[in-house]
């Protein structure tokens, strides 16, 4: 009965349950993360990409798909496990120092670098309201950065800075992979391999010990962020990123929720602002750009 009922509804409607779905399962994810508590950031990435590894495993032995990657792909999937990666460990850096929807927001950029990393890799010409949209975003992205002597928190928001960037560089090659017909599961799986194998060392030199209650929180991180991984996947089967993109802006709503109602954490006035804006013009380009088709 409930599956007739979903088969009911538009494939947008769909897409954009599916990617409000996945929003509120990556903001569980740097939940988790945070509540792990003192644990080195490597060995925290290890865990949220074992489990996507293992997930990406039964999906494609399931589907019964050959495991290997497409001719002319390898060197797209190095970068996008270089940016992914790099992005991902800058992530986890600032969702340990800085409040979580500060955190989430920084890393919700990776759409605007998206923009800009597609001029030289795409070759796609963005058009001026993108380039505006770019702007005014950064614009926003300094409210919530502050760089200021006094700002003890600057660091670290550069360093999410630079996880919105990984990110957006890493889809950029994700979409040139879909372009030469690369298959989601294989990835993921490689990301999830690559990311894991990189924090190995950090973690045979510098490993701690989990108590149960940590090895459980960074567990359902894992999974939290395959919930998500895999969600979006889906909302994007369903309908263009063009659609339904700006509702995936809701994770920061979420993190800033699960932040005052677990941790205690409230926004200040200029990050508050910071989130109106970066998601005001991420809204004002998602109806522009459905009107001018």
């Known amino acids: 009965m409930e599956q007739k ?6 494939n947008k409607t769909k897409g954009v349950i599916c990617i409000l779905f996945a929003a509120f399962g990556f903001s569980l994810m740097t939940f988790f993360v945070r509540i792990s508590g003192d644990v080195p950031t490597m060995e925290k990435a290890f865990f949220r990409n074992a489990v996507a590894i293992i997930a990406s495993m ?11 990657i497409r001719k002319g792909c390898a060197g797209d999937i190095v970068f996008r496990c ?3 990666t790099s992005g991902l460990i ?3 850096y600032a969702i340990d120092r800085l409040n979580i929807a500060d955190a989430n927001m920084l890393n919700k950029l990776s759409p605007f670098f998206a923009i800009l990393i597609s001029i030289p890799i795409l070759k796609e010409k963005p058009k001026k309201t993108d380039i505006l949209a770019v702007v005014v975003a950064f614009l926003g992205a300094m409210l919530i950065v502050r760089p200021s002597g006094s700002n003890m928190q600057l660091v670290p928001a550069l360093i999410g800075l630079y996880g ?9 090659f994700v979409r040139r992979l879909g372009k030469k017909g ?5 990835i993921v799986l490689c990301f999830s391999i690559f990311s894991t194998a990189v924090t190995i060392p950090f973690i045979a030199v510098n490993y701690v010990p989990l108590k149960p209650m940590q090895l459980l929180c960074l567990v359902l991180a894992g999974l939290s962020a395959t ?3 895999f969600g979006i996947t889906s909302a994007y089967k369903y309908a263009p990123a063009k659609e339904i993109s700006v509702f995936d ?6 993190a800033a929720i699960l932040g005052f109602m677990f941790l205690g954490e409230l926004p200040t006035l200029l990050s508050f602002a910071g989130y109106v804006i970066i998601i005001g013009v991420a809204v004002l380009r998602w109806r522009h750009n459905l009107k001018s088709e």
Not at 5 to 10: D, G, K, L, P
Not at 249 to 254: A, D, L, N
């Open 182 to 186: 690369e298959r989601t599961p294989i």
């Open 249 to 254: 802006y809701t994770q920061v709503v979420f």
């Open 5 to 10: 009922a979903f088969s009911n509804i538009s």
């Open 90 to 92: 800058a992530n986890f």
């Open 164 to 172: 919105g960037f990984g990110a957006g560089t890493a889809y950029v």
């Open 58 to 68: 039964i999906i494609l032995i399931r589907s019964g798909e050959k495991i290997s």
């Open 82 to 84: 270089l940016f992914g």
């Open 227 to 229: 919930v998500g991984q």
